[in-house]
């Protein structure tokens, strides 16, 4: 009977432990190089300061077998006391997204004197379709788009 308990436990653990989503972002000091994945997107970006701009350069990779079309990548730099100090949306990827094929992005702020960014959110809007470019794309999820945010250190 205990025997029968435990590998019954094993066999739960193992398939609820494969049902979830793991959101991947790290924590490295700010304007260093930074990293999210989930689901069907790994971002990677750096932020850098000259004076009073800031640049935002980086790539979106689809992770997925799916296109993804009509992809935006929204980034708000956010000061110390969580005021949006700069927005920007990059919205220049190509029609849809291939499978696992870097695509590089970049935004540029120009801060007022003296303004100090401390951490920038991320936002991100995209719909999965079937196929790629120059075939009519079949959206899987109809008209509905997949959103995400996310957040790190400048």
């Known amino acids: 009977m205990t025997r029968q308990f435990i ?20 924590n490295n000091l700010p304007f260093s190089s930074h990293h999210f994945r989930y689901e069907y997107l790994d971002v990677t970006w750096q932020a850098e300061r000259n004076g009073d701009d800031i640049t935002i350069t980086g790539t ?32 220049d990827f190509p029609e849809s997204l291939a499978p696992d094929k870097p695509v590089p992005f970049h935004l540029k702020y ?10 920038v959110y991320f936002s991100y809007v995209y719909w999965v379709v079937t196929e790629g470019e120059g075939v009519p794309p079949i959206r899987i999820y109809q008209d509905i788009p997949n959103t995400g945010t996310f957040s790190s250190p400048l």
Do not use: W
């Open 7 to 26: 590998i019954f436990m094993l066999l739960l653990l193992i398939v609820t432990g494969c049902a979830t989503s793991h959101k991947e972002i790290d």
């Open 60 to 91: 979106v990779r689809n992770i997925r077998s799916h296109y993804l079309l009509n992809m935006d990548l929204t980034a708000r730099l956010m000061s110390e006391q969580g005021n949006i100090i700069g927005r920007g949306t990059y919205a």
């Open 110 to 119: 120009h801060l007022l004197p003296g303004a100090q960014g401390k951490r």
